[in-house]
């Protein structure tokens, strides 16, 4: 999930505030406009299960990692490959006159971005660590100060000079030895999630012989400073699937195997406790969680098991001084907090510290010495509960915008007053704020700049509630500026997501300036199948209720346009991963209220990717979407599956984005579901499918390059509102 010419600024600014002209048939863009669409090659596959077969004719356009990156190709593959290709040059081919308005756009947007920029630095185990860019860099730096900010800089990495060569690179799980001399890391440069994990030693600035290869890229070191734990992944299904021990210099093959999970629908990782006192190993599906923990003073030791794994129980563990505290779902719906002591884990000895709440998520916790800050949701918005341990007082942070998003930050330390929570709405750019548990006074430590100046004042955000068709309240989070009137003919992008749980918040964006300055309003529907209204709604939008999701995504466009925020003529849709599964979705559902679509990676062929157990996220996801090797499961599912109900009906204009080496979402559901849609689909709108042949599902590596693809979003919508100029800028 991510995310001008000047000929344009001064006509759009000169029009603002009476909303932008409604754009009239003969100035809608037209596929019968552009050159031939691909049509791709069809040779049926019938899949049967359940008696029930069905007809697939671009099963074939499906390959291995080892195919796409094969020196010589086989025909199979050089026709998928040509035929992304086709489809790349078609897209550059329609959306030609808006070259200038993409390099335009892009370079408005990056040029919001301070070039030279640093994180605010955190204290831990006698450093001062933080993250820097330098003017003209893709990627960070990561450097460390011993003692005070004033001492002398230590570059632990800098990715910038690692990254010369390659077309991807990523860096993640850093993890510096408890004696602070060793580095660990991963490094991907395929975009598959795959890393091989490298050691430096910041003492020698050698990277040292050791490289694990295989892993999801962090691990955990042990207190002796010389054993690591690291996940490795099943190479076909990408699922973490083993817990090894490696001692430094010491050859891989003589790694201790310390777990394996036998559960395919678990994923697992190996993580250290804010105390530094034990090894966890976590494991979680998609309805339970399962830890083990290991004394970081004995790495040979054996890991035990902290309580029984039991289905549909999912909780945390947080370890602090000689207890443990779990935030549980154990008969309680939203959560609640229990404590118990770290020799004795199992249920029984679980104490409970905050009970659940009907109208409280409880997500998280953070711990100090002398407080409990508490983590919760609360009708649609996040809170933050600050408890004294000493004196049993309690009160919550104040925020004053109608929808924001607050969560804690990083916070090493136990021996401190001090809470370090980020804050951030769609008219706020991010602040890393430090709060004062005793004395309730806030410092702002960093915001977000905006190079050219940024005023929320000129920005307006609404909280509104579309009323669903069953009659549930469905909330919205608007941002516009003050200049764009509300009317049938304004443009409006609907965002959202609605699945796994995953709240939708309103952050502040700079990017998304491009879009509100150009007279759109920006929406986030948060609808039934995230957690922003508490565990029920997301158990409302899963599974045999999934449909719920689809249906309030539409009641929510419908309520927007029967309210004269805008209409369906100008109303825009977007949504990426599973929310490029909602937008499948909905334009079969209800193409007629949407002018157009932006559907990126999305999971669009849903009954044959489950069926595949070989797929990554598969297995995984059994509890989220249902098995379909069930028949129950299998018909629901096939239902709404957007591919498979693709049908004869006009389509809104469409752009669709994917990676060739995306791991999450295979490159061939978008590929096939576009192919799919170009056959079947009876209307004359556009419909484009642009492929990164060297990226997986989170695009681009670098810090700027991503941005290429937002402004091509960007674009898109902007030449459906007939806002691209005739001529470049700068010309006569």
């Known amino acids: 999930m991510k995310r001008f010419l000047y000929i344009t600024l001064v006509a759009f600014l000169t029009t603002a505030s009476a909303g932008l002209a409604q754009v009239t048939d003969t100035q809608k863009p037209r596929a019968s406009s552009y050159p031939e669409a691909p049509d791709a090659m069809q040779k049926d596959s019938i899949l049967t299960i359940h008696g029930d077969s069905r007809t697939d004719p671009y099963f074939w356009m ?15 593959t050089q026709k998928v490959l040509e035929y992304l290709k086709a489809e790349n040059a078609y897209t550059k081919t329609v959306m030609k006159d808006t070259d200038s308005l993409q390099k335009e756009l892009f370079e408005e947007i990056v040029g919001r971005i301070k070039k030279t920029d640093e994180s605010v630095p955190y204290f831990k185990n006698g450093y001062w660590y933080y993250t820097r860019y330098e003017k003209g860099g893709e990627y960070p730096i990561y450097a460390r100060k011993k003692g005070s900010m004033e001492a002398e800089e230590e570059i632990l990495l800098n990715v910038n000079e690692m990254a010369e060569g390659h077309d991807y690179y990523s860096v993640t799980g850093l993890e510096v030895s408890p004696n602070n001399n060793l580095l660990a890391f991963g490094v991907d440069t395929l975009s598959r999630r ?13 990277i040292l012989n050791d490289v694990l290869e295989n892993t999801t890229g962090g691990g955990a070191w042990a207190n002796d400073n010389a054993t690591y734990f690291y996940t490795t992944k099943n190479k076909v299904s990408l699922l973490s699937e083993k817990i090894f021990r490696h001692k430094l210099g010491e050859p891989n093959k003589q790694d201790d195997l310390v777990y394996q999970e036998e559960d395919p629908s678990f994923y697992i990782g190996v993580y250290k406790s804010k105390s530094d006192e034990f090894i966890i190993i976590g494991t979680s599906s998609t309805v339970s969680n399962d830890y083990y923990i290991l004394d970081a003073n004995d790495p040979t030791g054996e890991f035990r098991q902290f309580a029984s794994r039991e289905r549909d129980h999912e909780y945390t563990i947080h370890h602090f001084k000689d207890n443990f505290y779990v935030v549980t779902n154990w008969d309680a719906k939203n959560f609640r907090l229990m404590e118990t002591p770290e020799n004795a884990t199992s249920k029984e000895n679980w104490k409970q510290v905050i009970p659940h709440r009907e109208d409280v998520l409880l997500t998280g916790i953070e711990i100090f010495n002398d407080h409990l800050v508490v983590s919760e949701r609360s009708n649609a918005l996040t809170q933050l509960r600050i408890m004294n341990q000493k004196n049993g007082e309690q009160h919550y942070l104040e925020f004053d915008e109608p929808a924001y998003v607050a969560y804690t930050s990083v916070n090493p330390e136990f021996n401190t007053d001090k809470l370090r929570y980020i ?57 516009y500026k003050k200049t764009t009137e509300k009317s049938k003919e304004t443009p409006l992008l609907l965002y959202a997501y609605g699945s796994y749980g995953s709240s939708m918040d309103p952050w502040f964006r700079s990017d998304r300036l491009s879009l509100l300055d150009r007279g759109f309003i920006f929406a986030i529907a948060h609808i039934r199948g995230g957690q922003e209204m508490g565990r029920e709604w997301y158990e409302a939008g899963k599974m045999f209720n999934k449909k719920n999701t689809f ?13 004269n925020y805008t209409s369906a003529d100008h109303l825009y849709a977007m949504g990426g991963s599973a929310g490029g599964l909602l ?4 334009v079969n559902m209800a193409p007629e209220n949407f002018n157009g679509v932006i559907a990126a990676v999305p999971f669009v062929d849903v009954v044959s990717t489950m069926l595949d157990e070989s797929i990554p996220l598969t297995t995984n996801e059994f ?9 129950d499961s299998y018909e629901y599912m096939l ?15 469409m752009l669709v984005t994917t990676g060739l080496f995306d791991s999450q979402v295979q490159y061939w559901e978008p590929a096939k579901w576009v192919a799919k849609l170009r056959d079947k689909k009876t209307d004359d709108n556009l419909l484009l499918l642009h492929t990164n042949m060297e990226a997986g599902h989170g695009g681009a590596s670098g810090r700027f390059e991503r941005y290429k693809e937002v402004a091509l979003e960007y674009a898109f919508l902007l030449k459906l509102e007939g806002l691209v100029p005739d001529k470049p800028a700068g010309t006569n």
């Open 62 to 76: 499906r390959l291995s990692d080892e195919q796409k990156m094969a020196e010589d190709p086989d025909a199979r």
């Open 194 to 206: 795959i890393y091989h994990i490298k050691f430096k030693n910041l003492e020698t600035g050698e």
């Open 423 to 479: 804050y951030s709405s769609l008219t706020t750019p991010m602040s890393t704020i430090e709060y004062d548990m005793e004395t309730k006074a806030k410092k702002v430590l960093k915001q977000e700049e905006i190079i050219g100046g940024h005023d929320p004042g000129e920005y307006v955000t609404e909280r509104i509630f579309a009323e669903a068709r069953d009659g549930t309240k469905i909330p919205l989070t608007l941002v």
């Open 551 to 563: 249906t309030d995504f539409v009641d929510s466009a419908e309520y927007l346009i029967d309210n």
């Open 583 to 586: 937008m499948g979705a909905v």
């Open 623 to 631: 509890d989220e979407w249902g098995n379909p090797k069930n028949k």
């Open 639 to 653: 239902s709404y599956s957007p591919y498979d109900n693709v049908t004869a009906q006009d389509y809104p204009n």
